[in-house]
């Protein structure tokens, strides 16, 4: 059981080992970093899985998607056919890769997601909230979390 954390800081995440100003957040928050900028939160009580990567995006989530098979038709047929083996939350991040929020308006479930694009910190929420999101910031760096305390125990938050 786990839930999630992402930062975005001025130095936003590299794809070396280079710890970050956003990094050095998510430490404090205490979740150690998988990726430049995305954790997990091991003991708290949700379905966190990640980070996933597609068209150079990473990305954690909470997903479960009730309409797979439709979702991966509609990649299927924008050219970007899913390998097999990946869970719902890299699917959605498939989706909005490829389809951006048109292909995330077909999704059907429960899900948050934090997807780090370029400079970009998007966040990505089902339609009628059944996944919690919190998302502050501190100085320069945004931080979001599907655990509050988290977003509490980070440094000098404001939250959102």
């Known amino acids: 059981m786990a839930r999630f954390c992402a930062c975005l800081g001025p130095d936003p995440g590299h794809r070396d080992a280079r710890p970050t100003a956003a990094d050095a957040h998510l430490t404090a928050m205490g979740a ?13 009580p949700g379905h966190a899985e990640g980070p996933f990567e597609a068209s150079g995006m990473r990305a954690v989530g909470e997903v479960t998607l009730h309409n797979r098979a439709d979702l991966l038709t509609a990649l299927a047929r924008a050219g970007a056919p899913v390998p097999p083996g990946c869970g719902d939350g890299e699917v959605l991040l498939r989706l909005w890769a490829r389809l951006g929020a048109p292909g995330v308006a077909l999704a059907e479930g429960m899900f948050a997601l934090a997807v780090l ?26 931080a979001a979390a599907t655990s509050l305390r988290a977003c509490a125990a980070g440094p000098r938050w404001a939250p959102g």
């Open 32 to 44: 150690p970093p998988l990726a430049p900028g995305l954790a997990l939160l091991p003991d708290e």
């Open 117 to 142: 694009d370029g400079r970009d910190l998007v966040l990505i929420r089902d339609h009628v909230g059944a996944r919690t999101l919190f998302y502050a910031r501190a100085d320069d760096t945004w």
